[in-house]
């Protein structure tokens, strides 16, 4: 298991390696790295477009995608030419911001300022640092880093290569990366409110004043026009700059970075519609004489400063929503052992599981996690592995068994053998495919991006346009009508509720996967997956276990079951044909003692013939007993009915007197049946494809319910034969787990790997069930439904918001209903539309499989 989730973890991102859960640094092709950076501030598609453009512009950076709903970046960069410092500053530069986390701890050694030099010196070229400062007199050092760059024993090992011993062991990396993360995100969060409660106070203030006749106790000292009420909207000028300055500075310096690079975004609309109507209002209140007198009626600080306050708001609560979104990726690094028990000069030692080594012997009690991937190497026990591939029974563990880290021993104390530590680790690859899987976009994203694009320019000239019509068309006051269309459009747009309507989805429904035990490569095999018409099941290892078992013994005349079994596995012991150990481990698991054969000679084509406590005994098929002109009375019907029924059928004789008949199968597994009745009641076809005669493979389609059945067909002619169907127009997904089904799985629309298969066929895949249960090819559909139905809903909700707030701002109500919608209107609508989208996509975690 661990191993074919190695491959999962090398698959992701196409051909190239992934970054390491652990460090988000990767090695690609050489002279290649990518890595994966946080960035905060994101708010629509043309953000994301913006950061792509500014990262791709660097020199040296070979690829770059960003990630709205997850908040990240992840970049192919040359690291002769390009560094981590270098991404981070371009980043800022088009103003957003990386989120960088500070560690101090203490070092031992440092006696002079050459020390602190070099100190610095090995931190700074450590990947993922951004800053290092070493204190002589204290012996600290304080180091800024990139958590989704660097880790924290990465930085304990740069100190120690300079020569040097941290004093303080910094915590365990994989946990404490992520809360970092949660600890940016909360400062994000906290400094939002923090601006919100400024504003609303101000806000409180400025539509009190701006409306004081609307007051009783107000309106005999502030009457219209008095020169007192004018002396409150200069304060009011002047506290609403604050809160423009303060709680809405983002905006300004997110609009000015976008117009340096020649763009536009949410920001730009924002600090435009803001703007507009705090230097309007300036100018009313210090140049009253360049306004006729009717149409100078009010100032708008109020809209400046309420506007502000919500889309804080609002903003705050998208960091919050968002936060929720990356759940499954906390559940899963929260799996994770903090500690381990290993066994350091013949004595138990606990030490922090990123200390645990390859090659060292690891104690696990009952209950306890098992910290690292390895290999039992004393004891036994009951693991229970539901969290990391969603198999519900636990799992019986032996010498020689591997054991996945993250996973609960249940019963017996045992020890194992760590084979696979840190970023190598069954859960390290799960973390790091599901995070690149969230990075990816689903195909209809791309059109998404495209009308992202143009959408704010349009709103621009859409508001301009306004401006000129209401205030060539409009009625008295003209330039008051004409400012509140122009800044109620600006405000209304909401290109975010675009830009996340996918990305959101797609990062829930994804880490859904990654819990219920299904790893989705990427957005394309999320979307294709709910358009699928036919589901192709190879048989052996699929539908069936792929190991021989025993599964009759028909004992006749003299002879008992026991006896047959017995001497059937003796006379096989010494036989390497895979029919012979499904009989030898049938008989020892009963009990039976078996002996060793002697004169053993197999037959070619019929079987083989072997002397056991003195008796000559013969086993094979029907030719060999006709060949011994062995009589076999009514055991030949016996025969076909169990070869009808998919199993091979063995005569046993003993002394030329026929004994019996073994027969062995490769039986289907427990949920084959359920699972192919669950994918026909979504009205998918199932298809079985199998190398095996038509008889066989024609008993396990009746067993499992499937009625077209491909037999007989060569491994290099799998692939073919899904070629045909999809010539047939059918979207066809594949479902396998062998070498010879890694070109059929590659051909398919969707490739499905069972997770206990080959490497091979794990790597030609776009979805790996990490359980090996078919049960999980009907949850990765119902999961690629409800998402991409979830990603609809969310489109058209963003589509039809503009389409409808877009000409009501535009005052297109008034002609019929004399209605004009109020920017602070505007601003609550424009704050919920992005919340609504951001709440639907969370509503997916609500999200549970159904039954067949």
């Not at 990765?780 to 979830?790: E, F, V």
Request: charged content about 20%; proline content about 4%.
């Amino acid at each position: 298991m661990s191993k074919a989730l190695e491959t999962v973890g090398r698959k992701v991102g196409g051909a190239r390696s992934a970054p390491s859960a652990t460090t988000g640094v990767s090695s690609e092709a050489k002279g290649s790295r990518r890595i994966e950076l946080p960035v905060s501030g994101l708010t629509c598609a043309r953000c994301v477009q913006a950061v792509e453009q500014t990262l791709r512009a660097v020199p040296g950076v070979r690829g770059a995608t960003v990630n709205l709903a997850g908040g990240r970046a992840f970049v192919e960069y040359d690291p002769e030419q390009a560094t981590i410092a270098g991404l981070h500053e371009a980043i800022k530069a088009a103003g957003y911001r990386v989120g960088a986390a500070k560690i101090r701890f203490g070092i031992r050694g440092i006696t002079c300022a050459s020390c602190v030099t070099k100190i610095e010196n090995a931190l700074l070229v450590t990947p993922g640092v951004l800053k290092a400062s070493v204190n002589v007199g204290t012996e600290e050092a304080e180091v800024e880093y990139l958590p989704g760059a660097a880790d924290l024993s990465s930085v304990k090992a740069a100190v120690g290569a300079a020569g040097y011993e941290v004093a303080e062991a910094p915590p365990p990396g994989g946990p404490e990366e992520v809360d970092k993360e949660a600890q940016a995100r909360d400062r994000e969060y906290r400094d939002l409110m923090h601006k919100w409660w400024f504003g609303a106070a101000v806000g409180i203030f400025t539509m009190i004043f701006s409306y004081p006749w609307l007051f009783p106790l107000l309106r005999d000292w502030f009457p219209r026009g008095s020169p007192q009420l004018r002396y409150i909207w200069v304060g009011m000028g002047v506290a609403s700059l604050a809160v423009l300055l303060y709680s809405g500075n983002q905006f300004f310096t997110g609009a000015w970075q976008a117009f340096r690079h020649r763009s536009a975004n949410m920001h730009t609309l924002i600090a435009m519609g803001t703007g507009i109507a705090w230097i309007y209002s300036t100018i009313a209140l210090l140049f009253p004489q360049i306004f006729p007198a009717s149409e100078f009626t009010e100032v708008y600080y109020d809209v400046t400063v309420v506007v502000t306050a919500l889309v804080v708001l609002g903003l705050a609560m998208e960091l919050k929503a968002k936060g929720r979104t990356s759940d499954a990726i906390k559940k899963l690094v929260g799996l994770q052992a903090r500690r381990a028990r290993v066994i350091r000069d013949g004595s138990e030692v606990d030490i922090p599981v990123e200390e645990v080594l390859v090659g060292d012997v690891v104690v696990v009690r009952p209950g306890e996690k098992i910290p690292v991937d390895g290999e039992v190497i004393e004891g036994a026990s009951a693991v229970d592995e539901s969290m990391v591939t969603g198999e519900s029974l636990p799992v019986e563990k032996q010498v020689g068994d591997e054991v996945i880290g993250a996973t609960i021993n249940r019963t017996g104390a045992f020890r194992f053998r760590a084979t696979k530590v840190g970023k190598d680790t069954a859960l390290a690859n799960i973390v790091r495919m599901v995070k690149d899987a969230q990075g990816s976009k689903v195909p209809v994203q791309r059109i998404v991006d495209v009308v992202s694009g143009y959408f704010t320019p349009s709103v621009a000239i859409l508001a301009i346009l306004g401006f000129m019509i209401w205030y060539t068309f409009g009625p008295e006051p003209r330039v008051v009508y004409a400012l509140i269309v122009a800044v109620t459009t600006l405000i209304i747009a909401c290109p975010c509720a675009l830009g996340m309507a996918t990305p959101m989805s797609l990062t829930t429904g994804v880490g859904l996967g990654a819990l219920n035990g299904i790893l989705i490569r990427g957005g394309e095999a999320l979307q294709t997956a709910q358009k699928l018409q036919t589901i192709i099941l190879d048989k052996t290892g699929t539908i069936t276990y792929g190991k021989p078992v025993l599964t009759d013994a028909v004992a006749v005349g003299r002879f008992r079951e026991e006896e047959l079994l017995r001497l059937a596995g003796s006379v096989e012991k010494s036989s390497e044909h895979p029919l012979a150990s499904a009989i030898v481990e049938g008989a020892t698991s009963r009990g039976l003692t078996l002996l060793d054969p002697q004169a053993f000679r197999a037959i070619p084509g019929h079987g083989i013939e072997a002397m056991v406590e003195g008796r000559e005994l013969l086993l094979g098929n029907l030719k060999l007993m006709r060949d011994r002109k062995i009589s076999l009375d009514s055991l030949e019907a016996r025969s076909v009915q169990l070869a009808d029924e998919g199993k091979t059928p063995m005569y046993v004789a003993v002394d030329g007197e026929i004994a019996g008949i073994v027969a062995v199968a490769d039986t289907v597994k427990e949920d084959s049946k359920s699972a192919i009745q669950a994918l026909k009641t979504m009205g998918l076809e199932v298809v079985m494809i199998t190398g095996d005669n038509e008889r066989t493979a024609g008993a396990i389609a009746r067993q499992v319910g499937i009625e077209r059945v491909l037999a007989e067909v060569l491994p290099q002619d799998k692939a073919f034969n899904v070629q045909k169907l999809q010539l047939e127009g059918k979207q066809v997904a594949m479902v396998g787990d062998g070498i010879n089904d890694a070109p059929a799985l590659a051909q398919a629309d969707v490739g499905f790997a069972i997770g206990t298969g080959t490497d091979v066929a794990i790597a030609a895949s776009d979805i790996t069930l990490i359980k090996g249960s078919l049960r999980g090819v009907v949850t990765a559909i119902q999961i690629s439904r409800a998402t991409m139905r979830n990603v609809y809903q969310n489109l058209f909700g963003a589509f039809i918001y503009n389409a409808l707030g877009l000409p009501i701002a535009l005052g297109v109500l008034y002609p019929f209903f004399s209605i004009l919608l109020s920017p602070l209107l505007a601003a609550i609508a424009m704050s919920f539309s992005s919340v609504t989208v951001i709440t639907n996509a969370n509503r997916l975690k609500r999200w549970r499989p159904r039954a067949a």
